[in-house]
């Protein structure tokens, strides 16, 4: 069975076989299914059987952090082939080919699917649209007003905490995406975010954008102090806080473009904050003044 999905205006195919249980992890794309006969950027596959990759040669590994995903780049027969697990000595639990192009990809899940489908889905989505004004974001966003705001941080530093203080004490405010929404430059320039299938711990998945009004990298403090970022810092927040392996040149160029235009454009900000609602009232107010 095939389906089809658009996110971030971007459309991609999966075929996984009509019973397979690896469906029920992707009820979170049904708000994304389209009725489409093109695949789209691209098409991913699920296989029951690897061909012998045995003469893989080593490209890198790509780990942020101890406990976050590793992903084991190799080149085969033509080919990227991607080894990936929950953790840095995690045993692998899905494997991925992918052409050059990021275009046509088969993978092959060990155990359970429900880290492999959703890391390979969003592995591929990261992938084929980095050098395509698209940027996908570790973060959570708060709307209000008809705008985006996207708070980003280092894991546990409270981004989904600071969303939920502007749902509870600011009128008008709901929640987009708790973990992975998509920030992407229009053609007339505009920033917009987009809600995705992905969402963390969170079950938000709303097939909605709006223009983005802010960006906020929160730091816990004893104390709430909110300070608009020049530029330069602006930058550094927002490409620690995207998505993606940066090993072609291709993708990192593009990624680098992407952040310049974002941050030429939209206002970025650093809040050091304690987890109350002082903090959220303060920068809602500069942030949307």
């Known amino acids: ?66 406990d976050l995903p590793r992903f084991d780049i190799y080149e085969w027969d033509g080919c990227w082939l991607i080894e990936g697990a929950p953790t840095f000595e995690a045993p692998v639990r899905f494997y991925l080919i992918t052409d050059k192009a990021f275009t046509k990809a088969r993978f092959r ?21 980095e050098h395509r004004d698209t940027l996908m974001m570790h973060s959570s966003v708060t709307v209000k007003g008809g705008k985006g705001y996207l708070f980003l941080g280092k894991s546990g530093t409270g981004k989904s905490t600071h969303s939920q203080l502007w749902i509870n004490n600011i009128e008008g405010c709901e929640l987009l995406n708790d973990d992975n929404p998509v920030l992407r430059i229009e053609p007339n320039g505009e920033v917009l975010v987009y809600g995705s299938p992905w969402s963390g711990k969170t079950s938000c998945y ?74 959220a009232i303060l920068c809602y107010k500069t942030v949307t003044q």
Not at 12 to 38: C, G, Q, R, T
Not at 109 to 129: D, H, Y
């Open 1 to 66: 069975m095939k389906k089809v999905y658009k996110v971030a205006g971007h459309k991609f195919a999966v075929v996984i076989p009509d019973n397979d249980l690896a469906w029920n992890e992707m009820k979170n794309y049904d708000p994304f299914l389209v009725d489409s006969d093109s695949d789209g950027l691209f098409c991913v596959e699920l296989i029951d059987v690897m061909p012998n990759t045995s003469d893989k040669q080593k490209v890198m590994t790509d780990c942020a952090g101890f």
């Open 206 to 279: 709303r097939n909605l954008n709006y223009p983005v009004g802010a960006i906020v990298d929160l730091h816990q403090a004893k104390s709430n102090e909110i300070h608009q970022l020049p530029i330069v810092r602006a930058y550094a927040s927002l490409y620690v806080a995207c998505s993606g392996i940066r090993f072609l040149k291709e993708m990192a160029d593009g990624l680098h473009a992407t952040i310049e235009k974002i941050v030429s454009t939209v206002p970025c900000y650093s809040l050091d904050c304690l987890p109350n609602a002082d903090a």
């Open 109 to 129: 899940i060990l155990g359970s699917p429900r880290f492999s489908v959703n890391t390979v889905m969003m592995l591929m989505f990261t992938l084929a649209t």
